[in-house]
């Protein structure tokens, strides 16, 4: 008979972000060797949560929109109890897709029971690793709604878990039974949850620093302008983070080193911006070149419409002429109003006869007009008069 698996952290808001970022696989460079990217297609979720919210926003709201206490959540308070159920190689194996589900499912229904259906907030199972596991959180209410892990999970309530937990597996049909009370198989198989913890606490570390570095790198090529060189200084300490495969150590990070990350890029940020707004001040000196030689162009047109305006002063005697064709035209064109009353009122047939008949006697007194305005004119510039009467 195999051995059930199911360890257990308390976990405060500082924790949620990198632990989330293991859970739902917002990374594909794992710290994890383990992880297969191309299988994480396989793993799902029992009791669902928006990946699109972070666990520190989901968790605390759910705290502040549940509990008794009017008193704000302290921030070193353990706001989630972490479960991880698994159990060994050989006992997955002998189970199908649909009973190694039914595993996980008997798991949630025994800690939704015991602590609330409301209080499990997620249970992810991941099927990419080598041995399928699940991870399962709980919001550490007791039955007043007073946020209390130390409480709650005390060293009874664990002991009794290890005790229940394998009985309500078999239950439902599961060969499985916990491991051995007070003997060395307790920390061979799994390993000491010690180290397993300090492993899980670099490798979160490691997934979160590169999510932050992807996040970011990711936004810095989006911004107009950059170039590699603008943030030299911010990829040289990277370069510092990683070892011979050229992968981020985690045991070279810690909050001092990523708070040294953050400033680096921030200054660089900084200067960035302040280079681009050098270059904007350039760029508007140089619209105002442009704007003088526009100037110095509109000065030039200005100049040549005078030159126009001297010239039309010289063709005087056209302008006679076109005031006498003006005037004779608008004498026709009442002539014409009157003609086209009176030929309106004839029939069609007499109309178009009309029309063309008038058409001809106009056509004849336009051209006599015009040779009379001819003549007079060159009459007048023999006689040295600059003016015609009209």
Not at 32 to 58: A, C, M, P, Q
Not at 257 to 279: D, G, H, N, P, Y
Not at 289 to 305: D, G, M, V
Not at 347 to 356: A, E, G, M, V, Y
Request: include cysteine; hydrophobic fraction near 35%; proline fraction near 2%.
């Amino acid at each position: 008979m195999a051995y059930m698996v199911a360890r257990t952290e308390k976990r405060k808001a500082g924790d949620l972000g990198g632990y989330q970022i293991h859970v739902d696989r917002k990374t594909d460079n794992h710290g994890n060797k383990d992880i297969d990217n191309e299988r994480s297609h396989l793993n799902y979720d029992l009791v669902g949560h928006s990946t699109d919210t972070s666990f520190k926003k989901e968790i605390l709201d759910f705290i502040e929109e549940n509990k008794s206490s009017t008193r704000a959540t302290r921030k070193d308070a353990v706001v989630l109890q972490d479960w991880l159920i698994s159990s060994s190689n050989n006992f997955f194996a002998d189970l199908s897709t649909e009973e190694t589900r039914k595993y996980f499912e008997c798991a949630v229904t025994y800690f939704q029971e015991r602590f609330g259906k409301e209080n499990v907030r997620f249970a992810t199972v991941h099927m990419d690793e080598s041995t399928p596991h699940m991870h399962l959180g709980i919001v550490p209410f007791d039955a007043d709604n007073k946020l209390t892990a130390k409480t709650i999970f005390n060293r009874a309530c664990l002991k009794s878990i290890q005790e229940e937990l394998p009985k309500h597996f078999q239950r439902n049909g599961f060969a499985i039974e916990r491991g051995k009370e007070k003997s060395e198989a307790q920390h061979v198989h799994p390993e000491s949850f010690k180290k397993q913890a300090e492993k899980a606490e670099l490798e979160a570390r490691k997934e979160g620093f590169e999510y932050v570095i992807d996040e970011m790198l990711e936004a810095i090529e989006e911004l107009p302008g950059v170039e590699e060189s603008d943030f030299s200084k911010t990829a040289d300490l990277v370069e510092k983070f990683l070892n011979d495969d050229e992968e981020i150590d985690p045991r070279k990070l810690d909050d001092s080193v990523f708070l040294r990350f953050l400033t680096t890029l921030f200054q660089e940020i900084k200067q960035f911006f302040a280079r681009m707004s050098q270059k904007n001040v350039l760029r508007s000196a140089e619209i105002d070149l442009r704007e003088n030689s526009l100037t110095e162009r509109e000065n030039a047109l200005e100049t040549k419409i005078e030159s126009f305006k001297r010239m039309s002063d010289d063709l005087k005697s056209e302008k006679y002429f076109l005031k006498v064709a003006y005037l004779g035209l608008q004498l026709e064109l009442h002539d014409l109003e009157k003609e086209r009353e009176r030929i309106m009122k004839l029939s069609p047939k007499d109309q178009q006869t009309l029309l063309d008949d008038m058409q001809q006697a106009l056509a004849k007194k336009l051209g006599k007009d015009l040779q009379t305005v001819r003549d007079e004119t060159l009459y007048s510039q023999e006689n040295g008069n600059d003016e015609l009467e009209i």
